[in-house]
Every structure is written in structure tokens, then in C-alpha cells.
């Protein structure tokens, strides 16, 4: 296909050398044409002029105005040497106006205007106001075409100027897109990974404490172990079919109503956790109910992996515009040796970020515990 399109291409646009060789020869012959019905002799010297007229046109793209000059120079010599046919069009300087109006600058356009008006008598024949008027006419033609087509070849750069730019702010906002997609996979990722992993390890470091003394106990813990990993490989396969073209992966992400088992979860591993609602409960919207789970998750993760807590109080309050979110330990606070920071609760403080809240956290009231709070308005142009 390639071998192929290249000869096309070629054919439908010729080099301009080739173009400006072909229309210098052809006004050449066109100026020649007047002689073939002419009977008298004429003086070879006839050919100067038409000469002069046609070859410069080989570079009329490089130097338009100087072009037309040299051309409006030779045309007065034909009527100077006389004998010959009369010409009734001079196409070269026809040829010669156009590419002015089509290439040359303001400065230069102006001046080949100036240039033609003043040479207009001298390239007609003298004494034919008609001769001139036809003249006049056939220039503005010329130069109006010359116009035409630089208007619209600029209309063209213009158009494809756009296009490529439009082209690249669209693959830009993709790779921006992308981005912003990858990174909510990961926080997402280290959402489930984070917490499932933290109970799993607490369980199955209390599960050999107890299976001598309390077999039931430390059945219950392996329990809990085996209900995390398949939550967590649940949550993970969902969200690995999002990087899958064509895989359908619409299963439902957790929202406040998962919250109640949530922290039954959480209870399993010896850690008191108290659920309080306060308020009117109101419908949220999709993100922003993930996004509440998941600061829920984030911050009873960080309790169990770091807090060293025996209890931990989440309270959602229902407010006029917003939900406000607190949870709350008793364990070693924010900074204390052994709970040092980490990517959750900058996650946290995204998430919220996201769907237009905002979130902190600090030591708990009273000096002892932590504290994350986070605040998710509730309207719909949040």
C-alpha cells in the first residue's frame, strides 16, 4: 500500500519546479500563438520580449515582486521593436500578478499595486481607453484570484494547525486520565491490601496464643484469616478486570452500608469497635459513598496495624450539607514511637479532596489516641 500511495501523492501534487517549468513554457507558446496566423515576416528580435515575459516565471516563488517587475519590463519592448502580431493578453504578467497577491507580503503587494497601476499604459497599447479598461479589469481579476488562493491556503494551515493541536490536548487529557485512573486503582489496591493484610496478620498472631487453651477462639480466628483473604481477592479481582480491555467489571464497590460488617471485622482481632450514626442519613452519590467506606477502612486499618488500641469509636454525623466522618482510639498517637505515617492517611485526605471535602487527623482528644475526621459534602455539584 505504501509503494502505491507514494506515486499517487506524487501525481496529485507535482514538485513546484516542475509546475513553474510547465506554466513558463506554456505562456511562452501562448505569447508564440498570434504568430502562426501572421503572414508578414517579423524580426527575430520579437523573441526577447516574449522571452523576457515567460522565463522568468521559473522563479516567480522566490521572488515574486521582482518577477512581475522583470516581466513588466519586458512587455513595453515588444511594442518598442514592433513588426509583430499583437498580443491580446500578456499572460505572463497575468501570471506574474497572481503569484504577488499569493505569496508576497503586505510591503510587497502594496508596492506590485503601485507598480502595475503606473505600468498599465505602457503595457497596453496608448490611445485605447477601452484597451486600458479591459487591462484594469483582467489585473483585479488576476490579483483577486492571487488573494483567494492565499486566503484559503492560510485557512488551511490554520485548520491543520488546530487539528494537531486539538490532537494533542486530546492525548494529553488521556495521559491524564490515565493517570488519574491508575492512581485511584492503587489507592484503591492499598485500600484492600492494607486492611486485609493488618487482620490477617493480627489474627494469626493471636490464633497459636489460644489453640491449646481456647481451641474455639483460634478456630475463630483462622475463620476470620480465610473470610479476609476471599474479601480481599473479591475486591482485587474487581478491581484487576478494570486493567482488562473487554472484561466486564461492574460489581458494586463497598459503600456505608458495608460498614456494620466492616466493623465486625475489625472486632474479630480483639479490638472494641463502636458504630454511632447521628443525624438524618441522605442519599450520597456514588463516589462519595465508596469514598466514605474507604476513609472508614483506612483509618480502622491504621488503628489495628499501628495504634496498639483497645478501642476504637467511628461516629458518621449527618449534617445539613455534609457527612461528617470521626474516628477515634485510644491507643499511641500520631508521632508516638512504633505508629509512624503512612500512604493511607495521605490517602485518606485525597480521597476526600476528590469528591470535594477535606480530612485531618491528629492525636484524639484528651492526649491519648488518634483521630481522623474527614468532611464530604452531600450536594450534587460537590
Not at 16 to 35: E, K
Not at 119 to 139: E, H, M, N, Q, Y
Request: aromatic fraction near 4%.
Amino acid at each position: 500500500m505504501s509503494l502505491l500511495s507514494r506515486p499517487i501523492r506524487a501525481f496529485r501534487r507535482p514538485p513546484d519546479v516542475a509546475v513553474d517549468t510547465v506554466l513558463a513554457a506554456a505562456v511562452f507558446l501562448a505569447q508564440l500563438a498570434p504568430f502562426t496566423t501572421m503572414r508578414e515576416p517579423w524580426s527575430p528580435a520579437l523573441y526577447a520580449p516574449i522571452l523576457g515575459a515567460s522565463l522568468p516565471l521559473l522563479l516567480r516563488r522566490r521572488a515574486p515582486l521582482a518577477v512581475m517587475v522583470a516581466v513588466l519590463v519586458a512587455v513595453p519592448l515588444y511594442d518598442l521593436i514592433g513588426g509583430g502580431p499583437s498580443q491580446p493578453i500578456w499572460y505572463g504578467w497575468l501570471v506574474a500578478v497572481y503569484t504577488v497577491a499569493d505569496r508576497s507580503p503586505r510591503a510587497h503587494r502594496l508596492a506590485g499595486c503601485g507598480i502595475t497601476v503606473l505600468s498599465t499604459f505602457l503595457v497596453v497599447r496608448p490611445g485605447s481607453l477601452d484597451t486600458a479598461v479591459r487591462g484594469t479589469a483582467i489585473w483585479l481579476a488576476a490579483y483577486a484570484l492571487g488573494r483567494a488562493a492565499a486566503l484559503r491556503r492560510e485557512r488551511a494551515a490554520d485548520l491543520e494547525e488546530r487539528a494537531v493541536r486539538l490532537e494533542r490536548e486530546r492525548r494529553l487529557e488521556a495521559e491524564r486520565a490515565a493517570e488519574r485512573e491508575r492512581t485511584r486503582i492503587a489507592r484503591d489496591m492499598h485500600d484492600v491490601l492494607a486492611h486485609a493484610v493488618s487482620l490477617m496478620v493480627v489474627q494469626a498472631e493471636s490464633g497459636p496464643l489460644v489453640v491449646r487453651s481456647d481451641p474455639d477462639r483460634a478456630e475463630a480466628a483462622f475463620d476470620a484469616i480465610a473470610a479476609s483473604g476471599r474479601d480481599a481477592m473479591g475486591q482485587l479481582r474487581r478491581m484487576l478486570g478494570l486493567l482488562k480491555d473487554g472484561e466486564d467489571a461492574r460489581d458494586p464497590q463497598p459503600t456505608l452500608a458495608g460498614l456494620p460488617d466492616l466493623a465486625g471485622r475489625v472486632g474479630e482481632t480483639g479490638l472494641r469497635v463502636s458504630l454511632t450514626v447521628t443525624g438524618d442519613p441522605a442519599a450520597l452519590r456514588p463516589d462519595v459513598d465508596v469514598a466514605a467506606y474507604r476513609i472508614v477502612q483506612e483509618a480502622l486499618t491504621n488503628t489495628v496495624k499501628h495504634a496498639g488500641a483497645d478501642r476504637v469509636d467511628v461516629a458518621l454525623t449527618w449534617e445539613d450539607d455534609a457527612l461528617r466522618i470521626t474516628v477515634t482510639d485510644d491507643g499511641r498517637g500520631p508521632g508516638a514511637a512504633g505508629r509512624p505515617g503512612g500512604r493511607g492517611l495521605v490517602g485518606v485526605r485525597e480521597r476526600a479532596a476528590a469528591c470535594g471535602g477535606d480530612a485531618a487527623f491528629g492525636p484524639a482528644p484528651g492526649g491519648r489516641g488518634a483521630r481522623v475526621e474527614a468532611r464530604l459534602p452531600l450536594g450534587a455539584g460537590a
